[in-house]
């Protein structure tokens, strides 16, 4: 028969990452609840639910007649307690060149300069209760403490809200928004090992693998916790993410991809690994015929399989008509395939449309084993 025309890739060994992809969940870098601090009617929502509000900006209004009815009290009971100081001061001020030609007893002018003290005591008790009352006041609207995402109103206008039962509404503020997940104890242990070679990026994915709403700028790591969950043999983290656009909401549960460290490795398709019981394998051309080499293999990069030992520089990887396959059957490399110059990761356009066509067979015999990186680092 005539050799059978594939698509390779030609490999070359370079300094790859080494990925985990978890589970994790969204949570707001504040999330602040927004309450009452006096007790009063509603009298208006100033905001729509569910839009951006700034800090500062106001969200209810509450009944006011009460509190300036009595910052009015509190502002006549000053103005009688500074009459009275004034009263006494002039009263200290007569007596006292009295006093001092003994024309009047010395307990007398004694008792006057007490009540001048008694008096300023009392003005400086007014005023206290006057900026009580203009605190109040001001409590009246109730704004908003952090720029973020208004909730929902938990009070309809007309509600009688108290300081102890006076949630109005919350808010979230989602940029930066946090992501929070866990770790086995291996896993940490690579990520400790990697962080003096400057990994520990982070990024969110979607469900194909691609940048979730970042534009690939990846997250960073800003908690690590300090012991180990007793039940699940984990340990929790949290990393932060850029969030303009809203793309990620607060709760919502999101993949993410730590680079925990960096290896050297060859990168191949994940179609072109096949498995059998004596590990996993891969189709290289050896003097213009198909060869199994047996092949040691790390995690997945992107949607290539991390290759640590098993291949050399050079070596032509077959990578469709794989089911076909039969060890030395010959084989010619089609003429839009890989060159041998051509960069490691560079496929042609047959070689996908081909690795398409086997991508049934191929993830068939491969699936239990590829599937294992992904389940052992998804939580």
Same mark, same amino acid.
């Given at each position: 028969m005539p050799p059978m025309p594939v698509?390779?890739?030609?490999?070359?060994?370079?300094?790859?990452?080494?990925?985990?992809?978890?589970?994790?969940?969204?949570?707001?870098?504040?999330?602040?609840?927004?309450?009452? #601090?006096?007790?009063?009617?509603?009298? @208006?929502?100033?905001?729509?639910?569910?839009?951006?509000?700034?800090?500062? %900006?106001?969200?209810?209004?509450?009944?006011?007649?009460p509190f300036d009815n009595a910052l009015a009290s509190a502002k006549a009971a000053l103005a009688q307690e500074q009459a009275r100081l004034e009263q006494?001061?002039?009263?200290?001020?007569?007596?006292?060149?009295?006093?001092?030609?003994? %024309?009047?007893?010395?307990?007398?002018?004694?008792?006057? %300069?007490?009540?001048?003290?008694?008096?300023?005591?009392?003005?400086?008790?007014?005023?206290?209760?006057?900026?009580?009352?203009?605190?109040n006041l001001s409590y009246t609207t109730v704004t908003a403490p952090i720029s973020g995402l208004s909730g929902r109103a938990e009070k309809s206008l007309g509600s009688l809200v108290s300081a102890s039962d006076g949630l109005l509404t919350k808010v979230v503020q989602t940029d930066p928004i946090w992501v929070r997940f866990s770790f086995s104890e291996s896993e940490m242990a690579q990520l400790q090992a990697?962080?003096? %070679?400057?990994?520990?990026?982070?990024?969110?994915?979607?469900?194909?693998?691609?940048?979730?709403?970042?534009?690939?700028?990846?997250?960073?790591?800003?908690?690590?916790?300090?012991?180990?969950?007793?039940?699940?043999?984990?340990?929790?983290?949290?990393?932060?993410?850029?969030?303009?656009?809203?793309?990620?909401?607060?709760?919502?549960?999101?993949?993410? @991809?730590? @680079?925990?460290?960096? @290896?050297?490795?060859?990168? !191949?398709?994940?179609?072109?690994?096949?498995?059998?019981?004596?590990?996993?394998? !891969?189709?290289?051309? #050896?003097?213009?015929k198909a060869t199994p080499t047996p092949v040691e293999v790390g995690g997945w990069v992107g949607r290539d399989w991390a290759v640590l030992k098993g291949l050399k520089d050079g070596d032509q990887v077959i990578t469709d008509n794989l089911i076909k396959m039969r060890p030395g059957a010959a084989v010619k490399v089609k003429e839009a395939g890989a060159g041998a110059g051509a960069p490691p990761g560079a496929t042609s356009a047959s070689a996908s449309a081909s690795a398409s066509a086997s991508a049934l067979s191929a993830v068939s015999a491969s699936a239990p084993v590829a599937s294992a990186p992904a389940s052992a680092a998804t939580r």
């Open positions: 698509s390779v890739r030609v490999v070359k060994q370079d300094t790859v990452p080494v990925l985990v992809n978890v589970v994790g969940q969204a949570e707001g870098s504040k999330d602040v609840e927004v309450r009452a #601090r006096i007790t009063g009617l509603i009298q @208006q929502q100033r905001y729509t639910e569910g839009d951006r509000v700034k800090a500062g %900006a106001p969200l209810f209004t509450i009944e006011r007649a006494t001061q002039r009263e200290v001020k007569r007596l006292k060149p009295l006093a001092d030609m003994q %024309a009047i007893a010395q307990r007398e002018a004694d008792d006057a %300069a007490t009540a001048q003290r008694t008096a300023e005591a009392a003005v400086a008790a007014a005023l206290a209760r006057v900026r009580d009352a203009e605190l990697g962080k003096a %070679a400057g990994a520990a990026a982070v990024k969110l994915l979607n469900a194909d693998g691609t940048p979730l709403g970042t534009n690939g700028v990846s997250g960073k790591l800003n908690f690590t916790g300090s012991s180990v969950d007793a039940r699940l043999g984990t340990v929790q983290l949290r990393a932060s993410f850029a969030n303009p656009d809203l793309n990620v909401l607060p709760g919502q549960f999101v993949k993410a @991809q730590v @680079q925990v460290a960096t @290896q050297r490795a060859w990168l !191949v398709p994940q179609a072109a690994v096949a498995s059998s019981e004596q590990g996993k394998t !891969v189709w290289t051309i #050896r003097d213009g």
